[in-house]
């Protein structure tokens, strides 16, 4: 019996004449997920992608949790294949569907007939199919409105596919169908949440961590680019930047007051990063901040960090609990990492009492005593570059 996975677009089907490119390059991000599972080939048929491994020999379960994790996917399921002939269609759902209707209680059946010269009407395979599997399983009960296990069967050009209940997809939109942004990585639960929220938007993700080594360690650094690796398993691969921030953070302490310190760091990494976002293509950046959960996170703050760049800045969690945004990250499964104890370089050389009402003319002055370019050009120079998949 051969078996394939059915894709259904999400949002992409509203898409009117972008569609088909829409398509290709959900195909695309399809083929990258699918990557060390085998070969497949991936047919477009209305709203639906058939996704087919060519040598029969892929694990499909494998295969379809990756493609949950895939964006512009709002449901998948596998099917069984049978031939367009009433008699094939019953056997393979008894030999494909019966651990599910062994266990469910009750069942309908749908069908979907897009071949009309098949010579029975979808309501009359509802009828023959419904009738059969009520002959075979005698707990059965059909329950149109809420049943445990939809059996479907959908009558195409070449051939009928049969499946059970549908997997919910990651929803969202492609990735890349929306452009590049950088996003600030730290170690903490924020930050990948925001990354995993806006490519989830359809934004190819580059990422910038910045290190401050010997106040921050390489196990700091590893803990970074394992919740990198997890976003990616959603984003398709991350080129990663590590910036070295130690000159930064300490010229800041030596010549800036102590109440400013944090934010004329943020704005160093706002700088920096938008330098990187540009070369990189970017036309945006993403942060985890959210208002009100730090001192560096008000809204006077952030009115500071968003003066120091030119560009966009994404911050998905802004109007998020922390609750929540916990709980989305128990979902992308980055939680557990988070909360390992490494420092991150935005907890050295924190000051006792920082400005929540910074305002802008003063934070400019504060900071005028660095000498700025050569600071910003060393590290820019020094970054180290990696990719994460
Ligand atoms: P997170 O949980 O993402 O670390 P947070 O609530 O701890 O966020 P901050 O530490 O103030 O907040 O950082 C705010 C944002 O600044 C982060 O969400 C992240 O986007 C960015 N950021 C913080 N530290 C770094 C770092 N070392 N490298 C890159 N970006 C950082
Ligand atoms: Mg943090």
Known sequence: MKEIILIKNGEIVLKGLNRNSFEDILIKNMRKALSDIGEFTFTKSQ?????????????????????????????LSRAAVAEKDMEDIKRVTLEYLSDALSEAKTFKVEAKRSDKKFPYKSPDIQQEMGGFILSKFHHLKVDVHNPELTVTVEVRDKYAFVRGNNIKGAGGMPVSTNGRAAVLISGGIDSPVAAYMMAKRGIELVAVHFASPPYTTELAEEKVMQLLHKVAKYSGP??????????????????CPEDYFTIIMRRYMMKISEKLARHQNCSALITGESVGQVASQTIYALACTDAAVNMPVFRPCIGMDKVEIVNLSRKIDTFETSIQPYEDCCT??????????????????????????????????????????
């Not at 991350?238 to 010549?255: C, G, M, N, S």
């Not at 504060?366 to 370019?373: H, I, N, Q, S, V």
Request: avoid cysteine; proline fraction near 6%.
């Open 348 to 389: 050295v050389f924190t000051p006792k009492h920082p400005k929540t009402r910074a305002k802008l003319p003063d934070v400019i002055e504060a900071e005028a005593a660095l000498d700025e370019a050569p600071l910003i050009q060393r590290a820019f120079e020094n970054v180290r570059k990696t990719v994460i998949k």
């Open 47 to 75: 709203s639906t992608i058939v996704v087919e491994s060519v040598d029969g020999e892929a694990d499909l379960e494998d295969a379809a949790e990756a493609l949950t994790k895939v964006f512009g996917i709002a449901a």
């Open 238 to 255: 991350i080129t990663t930047y590590v910036v070295p921030f130690t000159e930064i953070q300490e010229a800041i302490r030596d010549k």
